[in-house]
């Protein structure tokens, strides 16, 4: 089993993928409210 912390974050994975055109940290940081405002 894969331990969660070494998992890349999704704003590790979207800032790779799209060869840095998406900020990650700016992602990750937003991530939280972003769940908050649209998920529940």
Do not use: F
Request: proline share 5%; charged share 20%.
């Amino acid at each position: 089993m894969v331990a969660r912390n070494d998992l890349p974050s999704a704003g590790a994975i979207l800032r790779t993928l799209s060869q840095a055109a998406i900020d990650g940290e700016a992602y990750d940081r937003a991530l939280p409210q972003r769940i908050a405002d649209t998920l529940y």
